[in-house]
T-cell receptor
Framework: AQSVTQLGSHVSVSEGALVLLRCNYSSSVPPYLFWYVQYPNQGLQLLLKYTSAATLVKGINGFEAEFKKSETSFHLTKPSAHMSDAAEYFCAVSKPSGGYQKVTFGTGTKLQVIP | GAGVSQSPSNKVTEKGKDVELRCDPISGHTALYWYRQSLGQGLEFLIYFQGNSAPDKSGLPSDRFSAERTGGSVSTLTIQRTQQEDSAVYLC??????????FGSGTQLSVL
């Protein structure tokens, strides 16, 4: 079964500093990996996804993530944090198999941006 | 509609009562997911519908929970004999392929 582990339920960064949110996956086959973001009082939306093409994936709002098979990681980064990045971020994994894709989420990381 | 619609947005019920939560997916999306979001627990998978295939019910926490999807569209999640630990936000999502899930705003369930 696929699973993801997010290290750190809360992360605080200063405005303009690097954002690094960690995600490690467990999967018996090459997985699909995702980052979703939930802004305050809003629904979840897809930030970026890895589906076995380029290992460095760029998403919306300047975020990117790199798939590292040797480390079973898919960490989310942004070079310079903005106040509007304050939200909860969820890493997710699915097993690609002919149209059936159960998507499993991590426990989430709340990002606080300090002015 | 343009997005996934869930109703009600808030539901307060007494312990022991039954509740029904509704999800109206994006038109044409064959996949429909239910998740439960509790503080510190992330998104807990409950059930998944894909077209006419048998649903994946592996995440339902007990036999008090059930869900159906009528006509490949609207889905209803039913919780019987609600308990206080059922209090959470119940999220519905729909998708064409599973590569991108579109989420509704959720139903906040409070069991008193």
């Amino acid at each position: 079964a696929q699973s993801v582990t997010q290290l750190g339920s809360h992360v605080s960064v200063s405005e303009g500093a690097l954002v690094l949110l960690r995600c490690n996956y467990s999967s018996s086959v090459p997985p699909y990996l995702f980052w979703y973001v939930q802004y305050p009082n809003q629904g979840l939306q897809l930030l970026l996804k890895y589906t076995s093409a380029a290992t460095l994936v760029k998403g919306i709002n300047g975020f990117e993530a790199e798939f590292k098979k040797s480390e079973t990681s898919f960490h989310l980064t942004k070079p310079s944090a903005h106040m509007s990045d304050a939200a909860e971020y969820f890493c997710a994994v699915s097993k690609p198999s002919g149209g059936y894709q159960k998507v499993t989420f991590g426990t989430g990381t709340k990002l606080q941006v300090i002015p | 509609g343009a997005g996934v619609s869930q109703s009600p947005s808030n539901k307060v019920t007494e312990k022991g009562k039954d509740v029904e939560l509704r999800c109206d997916p994006i038109s044409g999306h064959t996949a429909l997911y239910w998740y439960r979001q509790s503080l510190g627990q992330g998104l807990e998978f409950l059930i998944y519908f894909q077209g006419n295939s048998a649903p994946d019910k592996s995440g339902l926490p007990s036999d008090r929970f059930s869900a159906e999807r009528t006509g490949g569209s609207v889905s209803t999640l039913t919780i019987q004999r609600t308990q206080q630990e059922d209090s959470a936000v119940y999220l519905c999502a729909s998708s064409l392929t599973g590569e991108k899930l579109f989420f509704g705003s959720g139903t906040q369930l409070s069991v008193l």
